[in-house]
């Protein structure tokens, strides 16, 4: 017969939740009035007071508390090190959070210190939830009970040897309190909490930020996702909010629940907002060019009986243009998540914990457009190249008596490289071109519609006065060419068209070229 987990939760903790589960309601605090038996206690680490064993002056590996059970800890604190408080260098992701429950070899919680506390790679300066917070120290209040023996250590293996100097960059100071029990009911899980990261084209293959086995409820996670390949690209440095979260309970091959947009996930809707927001069960916060969420599933928890999957990835249904931009290698996005959950043990091993370098945020990656050089560009007859409505400069290449303007139409580059940009208008985009009078040649126009804008564009193209006809359905991109005559270019100029054929979208132009007759 399945057992039913729950939570065994003391006072502060227990407050805690139960201002998440009735918003609006004053926080609940009668469990604070029980005279609940046990003895509360705490174990000092890491200040000068301790032992020297539980330092890092003689060491990169400290227990900061080995607890005898049965018992359950109520809260742990880390003051934050000397470094952080003078301004010369803060915690990043070095250092490790590990826990061990009843003699186990391998650890229920293995995570970046920084991540456990809902601080991605230790960028933050202050985090407020209703399980962790920091400022000028980290805390957190998860209930961790446990029944013959409950460990907590922290592993430093960044390249500072142990003594004075890393001692000033670790945690000055730890205390974790905890009460002891005359015994843990058979129906109580055991924390667990555990760090990835992943680098991936998401168009292409789904994030798995959890991989269970066993019996037990998933309780919350954060999660980061950004974009370091583009960088400060033009429109770019950006992440889609269209990717789903999924959890899969049971083996089962379709996920039983799956939440549609990642900030709606965490509570938020249409993109993350623009200003931060740090409630007690959800909140976001930017991430370095992308962003960083939290969520607690507190009246929500999700339960599985054999195994839980979580992952992060675009849904079936969703517009398949996500699915193509995010399988190009240029869009690459890096995730990263803590989740947390209880279970029965034994658990399933974690994930291997990547190295010190590998743990850190992936570079941003400074822009750096590849043009066309006109050494390639004249090897095949071009004379004129406009890159239409790219930011910096539209005409990238011209010979002499070649030019092009836009006379109607606005320039966007708000889509993904490479083609990130065009001249657009709702109703007719012109762009004329200057060549010598009596110029003979080809002209080459490439229209691209990434975003399927409005269900998808369509438009009529039409090249000195010669309609292409109306095309649509080109989210991959077309190449569109027009032979020119001496008649055509008398006056010295050739208009290009593009007229929307689709009401509430927009005809664009991206690329255009003249290429000499041989």
Not at 84 to 106: F, H, P, Q, T
Not at 194 to 212: F, H, I, M, N, P
Not at 420 to 425: G, M, V
Request: hydrophobic share 40%; aromatic share 10%; proline share 7%.
């Amino acid at each position: 017969m399945t057992r039913h987990l729950t939570l065994a939760l003391s006072g502060l903790a227990a407050a805690f939740l139960s201002a998440c589960s009735a918003p609006g309601d004053a926080r609940d605090v009668s469990p604070l009035a029980r005279l609940t038996p046990g003895r509360t206690a705490a174990q000092n680490a890491l200040w000068i007071e301790t032992p020297l064993e539980r330092q890092f002056k003689s060491g990169k590996r400290v227990v900061v508390a080995d607890i005898a059970g049965p018992a359950e800890i109520t809260m742990i604190h880390f003051a934050v090190g000397v470094n952080e408080v003078s301004k010369k260098g803060a915690l990043n992701r070095d250092l490790l959070i590990r826990m061990y429950w009843d003699g186990e070899e391998k650890p229920s919680v293995e995570a970046p210190l920084v991540d456990f506390f809902c601080d991605p790679a230790g960028l933050r300066d202050r985090v407020d939830s209703a399980l962790v917070n920091k400022k000028r120290g980290f805390n957190c209040y998860f209930p961790m009970p446990f029944r013959k023996s409950g460990r907590v250590e922290l592993v430093y293996d960044g390249p500072i040897p142990a003594g004075e100097q890393l001692w000033s960059q670790m945690p000055c100071y730890s205390y974790v309190m905890y009460r002891t029990l005359t015994s843990v009911p058979e129906d109580v899980g055991y924390f667990h909490a555990s760090w990835r990261q992943e680098t991936l084209l998401l168009g292409k293959v789904d994030y798995v930020a959890l991989d269970a086995k066993g019996t037990g409820k998933f309780i919350g996670w954060n999660v980061t996702v950004r974009n370091p390949g583009k960088g400060d690209a033009p429109g770019g440095g950006g992440y889609p909010v269209d990717m789903n979260e999924k959890w899969y309970i049971d083996g089962e091959a379709e996920p039983s629940i799956e939440l549609q947009g990642i900030e709606d996930s965490f509570g938020f809707s249409w993109g993350f907002p623009e200003a931060e927001n740090m409630f007690p069960c959800t909140g976001w916060f930017p991430f370095l060019k992308g962003a960083a969420a939290y969520r607690w599933f507190i009246q929500d928890a999700i339960r599985f009986e054999k195994s839980l999957r979580v992952t992060i990835g675009f849904g079936k249904n969703e517009h398949p243009m996500f699915r193509r931009d995010f399988s190009k290698p240029q869009n690459a996005l890096q995730l990263s998540s803590t989740c947390y959950w209880y279970q029965t043990e034994p658990h399933a091993d974690l994930p291997p914990m990547p190295g010190v370098k590998e743990r850190a945020p992936a570079p941003d990656e400074p822009f750096q457009e590849k043009l066309p050089s006109a050494e390639d560009l004249k090897k095949r007859g071009v004379k004129l190249e406009m890159l239409a409505g790219r930011p910096d400069k539209e005409v990238v290449f011209a010979e002499q008596g070649y030019g092009a303007i836009a006379k109607k139409g606005f320039s966007y580059a708000g889509w993904n490289v490479p083609v990130y940009h065009c001249r657009a208008d709702e109703k007719d985009l012109q762009i004329e071109l200057t060549v010598p009078k009596g110029a003979e040649g080809k002209v080459r126009v490439y229209v691209i519609d990434p975003d399927t804008f409005e269900g998808g564009r369509k438009e009529e193209v039409i090249i000195a006065g010669r309609s292409l006809g109306v095309i649509e359905k080109f989210e991959d991109g077309r190449w569109l060419e027009q032979p020119i005559d001496s008649g055509d270019t008398a006056a010295g100029k050739v208009l290009i068209e593009a007229r929307n054929a689709r009401e509430g979208s927009n005809a664009v132009i991206s690329i255009v070229e003249w290429v000499e007759r041989k």
